[in-house]
């Protein structure tokens, strides 16, 4: 989609599954698998949909822009059968499906640092040595989800791998960043906490129109209703309270949602209609 300046497209890394109890906190099964139906080991499907970011050109070529690159392609097969990797989708064909490289990327940027947003950050050649899966990129990192990425706990171990980010600060690619702020012209990140201490979201302003890439704030269309949170997440209160506010100013400035996770609609509306929440989606379907 075109939004002013930006051109916005919706990338798939890949399809997954996780624990639907997990992605769905509180709520009780009967209510959320009407929304996610669970298979055999009480997984539901979702995918991992990073957002390609185009433009404005500003010395004769545009800028290009991937927030988050999904799982990639180094985990453990044990890993990817437990979390049920759908084989035969990878980012390296959906960006070449829009004529992109992985050479022309100029900024990858993350909304934090788990396994299936930045697991596809740095890739593995042939010696089995680990290295940027974007050469010629910076990668944007906040440094607050550097820093608990670096030195995680029991509860967080499971999805912070270093070798997804580790190597990139060894070969000087990383840009820190320590707040809310711009990453390029009508781009910026916003902190919501909650999922992680430092989880961020990302605006992307032009021509008058807002859309919003929501990371794991509201990882699929079924978790637009304010109190269904993830199981997942450290600070639930304080997704709760950001939830809150970003979904009406969502409804009030008809903003076009991004959802990394959802694993048939990329992008939508949230609207309300007697009280209720729900998303229309956009056109395309990824
Ligand atoms: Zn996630």
Same mark, same amino acid.
């Given at each position: 989609?075109?939004?002013?300046?930006?051109?916005?497209?919706?990338?798939?890394?890949?399809?997954?599954?996780?624990?639907?109890?997990?992605?769905?906190?509180?709520?009780?099964?009967?209510?959320?698998?009407?929304?996610?139906?669970?298979?055999? $080991?009480?997984?539901?499907? *979702?995918?991992?949909?990073?957002?390609?970011?185009?433009?404005?050109?500003?010395?004769?070529?545009?800028?290009?822009?991937?927030?988050?690159? =999904?799982?990639?392609?180094? !985990?453990?097969?044990?890993?990817?059968?437990?979390?049920?990797?759908?084989?035969?989708?990878?980012?390296?064909?959906?960006?070449?499906?829009? =004529?992109?490289?992985?050479?022309?990327?100029?900024?990858?940027?993350?909304?934090?640092?788990?396994?299936? /947003?930045?697991?596809?950050?740095?890739?593995?050649?042939?010696?089995?040595?680990?290295?940027?899966?974007?050469?010629?990129?910076?990668?944007?990192?906040?440094?607050?989800?550097?820093?608990?990425?670096?030195?995680? +706990?029991? %509860?967080?171990? #499971?999805?912070?791998?270093? &070798?997804?980010?580790?190597?990139? $600060?060894? #070969?000087?690619?990383?840009?820190?960043?320590?707040?809310?702020?711009?990453?390029?012209?009508?781009?910026?990140? $916003?902190?919501?906490?909650? +999922?992680?201490?430092? +989880?961020?979201?990302?605006?992307?302003?032009?021509?008058?129109?807002?859309?919003?890439?929501?990371?794991?704030?509201?990882?699929?269309?079924? /978790?637009?209703?304010?109190?269904?949170? !993830?199981?997942?997440?450290?600070?639930? *209160?304080?997704?709760?309270?950001?939830? %809150?506010?970003?979904?009406? &100013?969502?409804?009030?400035?008809?903003?076009?949602?991004?959802? &990394?996770?959802?694993?048939?609609? #990329?992008?939508?509306?949230?609207?309300?209609?007697? %009280?209720?929440?729900?998303?229309?989606?956009?056109?395309? $379907?990824?």
């Amino acid at each position: 989609m075109t939004l002013g300046d930006l051109t916005l497209t919706p990338l798939l890394d890949r399809h997954f599954r996780l624990d639907g109890g997990a992605m769905f906190g509180v709520v009780p099964k009967p209510l959320w698998e009407k929304r996610a139906p669970a298979d055999e $080991r009480n997984r539901i499907t *979702m995918a991992m949909r990073p957002l390609l970011v185009q433009g404005p050109s500003t010395s004769g070529r545009a800028t290009t822009m991937i927030i988050d690159a =999904g799982a990639g392609e180094k !985990m453990e097969p044990k890993l990817q059968e437990i979390y049920g990797f759908e084989h035969g989708e990878s980012l390296a064909a959906s960006l070449a499906a829009v =004529g992109v490289s992985a050479g022309d990327v100029d900024i990858v940027l993350a909304s934090h640092l788990h396994f299936d /947003h930045a697991g596809g950050f740095t890739t593995r050649d042939a010696s089995g040595a680990i290295g940027p899966a974007f050469p010629n990129a910076r990668y944007v990192i906040n440094a607050g989800e550097w820093e608990d990425a670096t030195h995680p +706990h029991e %509860r967080n171990r #499971a999805s912070y791998f270093a &070798e997804n980010y580790v190597p990139l $600060r060894e #070969a000087g690619l990383v840009d820190f960043m320590t707040g809310d702020g711009a990453v390029m012209p009508g781009v910026r990140v $916003r902190r919501t906490g909650g +999922h992680t201490r430092w +989880h961020q979201i990302v605006y992307l302003e032009s021509g008058g129109r807002t859309a919003v890439f929501a990371a794991d704030l509201l990882p699929t269309t079924a /978790h637009v209703d304010v109190p269904w949170i !993830m199981g997942y997440d450290l600070y639930p *209160m304080e997704t709760l309270e950001f939830k %809150r506010a970003f979904v009406r &100013e969502a409804v009030e400035r008809e903003s076009v949602i991004f959802f &990394e996770h959802d694993p048939q609609i #990329a992008a939508g509306y949230i609207r309300e209609k007697d %009280r209720r929440l729900y998303v229309e989606p956009l056109e395309s $379907r990824v």
